[in-house]
């Protein structure tokens, strides 16, 4: 068992506009890029918003060892409802997301 | 053949100043800062003010202003005051005259507004010149009326104009956050997609290197692309770093929309000229329709909050039980005392320890030595969420978790215990608008000083 943010760099969430969240998974070796592009699934971050896996949209960039997610913010950004301005926490639950096996 | 040179990403999160002075050294052609951004959330768009204190700006300001004497080229500041309407922008000018004057400075300043009138955008959406962006909620004529502020975001066209003017200082209102670095690029010729895109790589300064907290950086646009230089001891841009802004805030990583179009870095190649600077070509520019986004704020209610600690182990181990019962009963007080319907206010109780930051989306569960209870009370005027308020703190004072036990108190860090938050506001704009001419939204005008 392995939990994301074990085996990558670094994972950051941030704002992209007040209506989208942004999630940079950064990977720092062709190991462990090929590791989550193949073990971390689109409906996995889904799941994580409790959205359709279709409104995701999902950047695999092999030259930069980075998956990238951005989904439309599950609060917009500042209303009643938010609890995070900048949207930079998320990177946490991600990072605990378990994705099997160590390399 | 253009040397932009950006002190940071924004006034007020201050800049290295011997870094500074290199880069006048290198003899810029113009230096921009962006002065804002959504990010900090809608209240400052909503109120019309800076986030920024005034006393930072001043100090940050003044030494910009005094950097643009001695290099004499033309200083932009985009997004003034972290929201760019016309009251932050007001703000920065009288920031500035203060400034000119304590310096002794003669200036000619270019004043870029972008405010909009609610019922001229209003006009403009059933006019069909509005359109939405990608999971854009529905509007009505209705939600752009509700909106305290408008603003449009400029593009380069409009920075052009301040620039044509000779002023020495713009302070411009919004505009994207590159407008203000690729402005004079474009105007002297430099490639297209190239501008934007180091527009877009400078835009947060030193972030697109090592060492991100010194701040300024120098950006040389030429015919086929540009070169990123930092300019603090210590920092340095790799292919690495520079590519990898392109994914900071941007929902997509390989596109950024402009007023007038797009840039595509899906072919940009990127090479280290030393260790400390990237030279990038092959980025692309494709012309689309003029159209600006637009941003709103409207008045989303006021709120009145508490906080209480729980430290008691039982009421630690049950605090969502605990919350949840106080939520359902003092609401049912709420409605019964003051004749409300339930949709009238809310009542929140968030559990820092717990899961405030996620909710229910909260993945991990451990055992907290002690809980927070953030209680938010949203009503629809002051006096009601105040009032609210005040019938919620009892019950964070007191509320025992069954009828059979002592009557517990839980600790209040303050008094008095409920904190007026005044109106709260939320961004109700996602949507861009069509103009015939790229100055049709924005007004421009030249103040000699001194």
């Known amino acids: ?103 | 053949m253009t040397k932009v040179l950006v002190p940071s990403g924004a006034l007020g999160l201050n800049y290295d100043q011997s870094a500074l002075m290199r880069g006048l050294e290198m003899k810029p052609d113009i230096i921009a800062i962006d002065g804002g951004s959504t990010d900090s959330g809608p209240a400052y768009l909503g109120k019309g003010m800076s986030k920024y204190s005034r006393s930072s700006t001043k100090v940050e300001w003044q030494g910009l202003m005094e950097a643009r004497a001695k290099a004499d080229v033309p200083l932009v500041i985009g997004t003034a005051g972290t929201c760019g309407t016309d009251s932050t922008v007001d703000w920065m000018l009288d920031i500035t005259r203060e400034i000119a004057a304590e310096l002794g400075q003669t200036i000619k300043i270019a004043v870029l507004r972008s405010s909009q009138d609610s019922a001229k955008i209003a006009d403009a959406y059933e006019n069909g010149r509005i359109s939405p962006l990608q999971h854009a909620h529905e509007i009505s004529r209705e939600t752009i009326e509700n909106c305290s502020n408008i603003v449009a975001l400029a593009g380069a066209e409009q920075i052009q104009a301040a620039i044509n003017t000779g002023a020495d200082v713009i302070i411009a209102g919004r505009t994207t956050d590159t407008a203000i670095i690729a402005a004079l690029p474009l105007m002297q010729g430099a490639n297209v997609g190239g501008a934007w895109h180091g527009a877009k790589i400078g835009e947060c300064g030193a972030l697109c290197a090592t060492n991100p907290q010194s701040g300024v950086i120098m950006i040389d646009f030429d015919g086929d692309g540009f070169t990123v230089t930092p300019l603090a001891d210590g920092a340095k841009a790799s292919p690495h770093t520079v590519s990898a802004h392109m994914l900071y805030e941007n929902s997509d990583p390989n596109i950024l929309y402009e007023p007038g179009g797009y840039l595509e870095v899906t072919d940009a190649k990127y090479v280290a000229l030393d260790d400390t600077s990237v030279r990038v070509t092959g980025s692309k520019w494709t012309t689309a329709p003029y159209t600006v986004k637009l941003e709103g704020a409207s008045l989303a209610g006021y709120q009145c909050i508490s906080l209480v600690l729980l430290r008691d182990a039982r009421y630690v181990k049950n605090a969502q039980k605990w919350a949840d019962d106080i939520v359902e009963k003092c609401s049912a007080k709420v409605v019964d005392r003051l004749k409300l319907s339930p949709d009238d206010f809310n009542i929140e109780l968030r559990l820092i320890g717990e899961n405030a930051s996620f909710g229910a989306l909260e993945t991990r569960m451990i055992d907290a030595v002690e809980i927070g209870v953030l209680g938010i009370v949203t009503a629809t005027s002051d006096a009601l969420a105040n009032e609210i308020g005040k019938i919620l703190n009892p019950y964070l004072l007191h509320h025992p978790l069954t009828q059979s036990e002592e009557q517990p108190t839980f600790a209040f860090p303050f008094s008095p215990a409920e904190i007026s938050r005044g109106a709260i506001y939320t961004f109700s704009l996602n949507h861009v608008m069509t103009l015939d001419d790229p100055m049709d939204a924005f007004t421009l005008e030249v103040h000699d000083i001194g």
């Open chain 1, 1 to 103: 068992m392995a939990n994301l943010g074990s085996i990558v760099g670094k994972v950051r969430s941030k704002n992209a506009g007040p209506f989208w969240l942004t999630v940079d998974i950064f990977c720092e070796t062709p190991d462990a890029y090929e590791q989550v592009v193949s073990a971390l699934s689109t409906k996995t971050i889904a799941d994580i918003f409790r959205i359709d896996e279709h409104v995701v949209k999902r950047f695999d960039l092999s030259d930069l060892n980075v998956v990238k997610f951005s989904l439309p913010r599950p609060e917009i950004q500042g209303s009643a409802a938010d609890r995070d301005m900048h949207g930079a926490s998320w990177a946490a639950l991600i990072g605990e997301i378990d994705i099997g096996a160590a390399a």
